[in-house]
């Protein structure tokens, strides 16, 4: 699933520069994440780098967008397709 940022969001900005998919922009009163483009970090990191540096806690996963580590990997490829990722790549769903 997708993570979203609440009303919560303080504009710092902190989240935008961490995403490796460019899924985070400056909305009107808060910054937003393209669930289109948001793969929870799975690929990257074992966290979701959005929630990992906000001041205020206000990145959470959406629960309007569930989607599996398969299909959350699958996108990251899909996103970067000059990039490799191996068996073990980094997943916040993996045990």
């Given at each position: 699933m997708s993570f979203r940022i609440t009303q919560d969001c303080n504009?710092?900005?902190a989240c935008?520069?961490?995403c490796p998919n460019n899924?985070?922009?400056?909305?009107?009163d808060t910054f937003v994440i393209n669930a289109?483009?948001?793969?929870?970090c799975v690929g990257f990191?074992?966290?979701a780098q959005c929630a990992a540096v906000c001041p205020v806690d206000c990145c959470e996963p959406d629960p309007a967008h569930?989607?599996?580590?398969?299909e959350l990997i699958e996108r990251a490829k899909k996103i970067h397709p000059d990039k490799t990722f191996d068996a073990d790549y980094p997943s916040r769903h993996k045990a």
């Open positions: 504009n710092c900005a935008e520069p961490e899924a985070i922009s400056e909305g009107d289109a483009l948001c793969t929870e990191h074992g966290v569930a989607e599996s580590d398969a």
